[in-house]
């Protein structure tokens, strides 16, 4: 059975920093490409980062500004995403999914195949 499960979110106030992590099983995270999502109170889900299958390619979605940064440890079958400078518009559930390709695409929800069940990340101002 694939899981994604995901973990690290919480509370944390403006400019500060969380990382969240993407934890697969159930199929060989290696060869997939992992990207991450959020979805704000009222907003639509989007697409924040991903990273290939290999690590050599990654994508970040306009707004993260070089503030997010996404990596892979295939062995820990885990896949990170390191956010900094965080600020009250990234309030957000997280969810990390694949399409189950091994490059990044078009970051688009409905490609997607699994789902996390999401981490909740607040920041206060």
Avoid: H
């Amino acid at each position: 059975q694939v899981q994604l499960v995901e973990a690290g979110g919480g509370l944390v106030q403006s400019g500060g920093s969380l990382t969240l992590s993407c934890a697969a099983s159930g199929f060989i995270l290696d060869y997939y490409a992992i990207g991450w999502f959020r979805q704000g109170p009222g907003e639509e889900r989007e697409g924040v980062s991903c990273i290939s299958s290999s690590g050599d390619a990654t994508y970040n979605g306009d707004f993260v500004k070089g503030r997010f940064t996404i990596y892979r440890d295939n062995r820990g079958a885990t896949v990170y995403l390191q956010m900094n400078n965080l600020k009250p518009e990234d309030t957000a559930v997280y969810y990390c999914a694949t399409d189950l390709w091994d490059t990044c695409r078009q970051m688009s929800s409905t490609d997607m195949v699994y789902w996390g069940q999401g981490t909740e990340v607040t920041v206060s101002s």
